[in-house]
């Protein structure tokens, strides 16, 4: 089973936000030649790597409530200039959606468990998929999605 993680959004207002950020990432990427995809710079290491890159992926919160999803490909280590160890999250092009989900405010990353995270959108049925991203954000917040 897959453990995934999840982070605030800092800075994006919705979801659009995130997926032009994403793709301007990914043009970056391959203008240099390599793959497309995104690299999110965190602090704090994951000890469990070997579990988040077999199916992983890392949730975003975008103003309180996971929206989005993107599949962890790789994680890597380096140390910065300062001297402090980092961590770069090697992400895959795609910004999947998924059912909206309340979520606390937070520092860092946490852990998120499969069986906790959000389903996709996808997932969900065309109805649900075709409501525009503020009823289905209040459908959320009453429990009823």
Excluded at 58 to 77: E, F, M, P
Excluded at 80 to 109: H, K, M, N, S, Y
Excluded at 119 to 131: S, T
Aim: hydrophobic content about 40%.
């Amino acid at each position: 089973m897959a453990l995934h993680l999840i982070k605030l959004c800092v800075g994006a207002d919705t979801l659009q936000d995130l997926r032009d950020w994403v793709a301007e990432k990914s043009m970056r990427a391959m203008a240099a030649g390599l793959e497309p995809h995104s690299i999110h710079t965190t602090r704090m290491v994951p000890k469990r790597m070997e579990e988040l890159l077999t199916g992983g992926s890392l949730y975003w919160v975008i103003k309180g409530q996971v929206l989005a999803r993107q599949n962890l490909l790789d994680i890597r280590t380096f140390t910065g200039g300062d001297g402090i160890q980092r961590c770069e999250l090697i992400l895959g092009p795609e910004v999947i959606e998924t059912a909206p989900q309340p979520r606390r405010p937070f520092q860092g990353w946490r852990y998120l468990k499969d069986e906790e995270a959000p389903r996709d959108l996808g997932k969900l049925g065309e109805g649900v998929a075709a409501l525009p991203e503020e009823l289905r954000r209040e459908l959320a917040e009453l429990g009823l999605l």
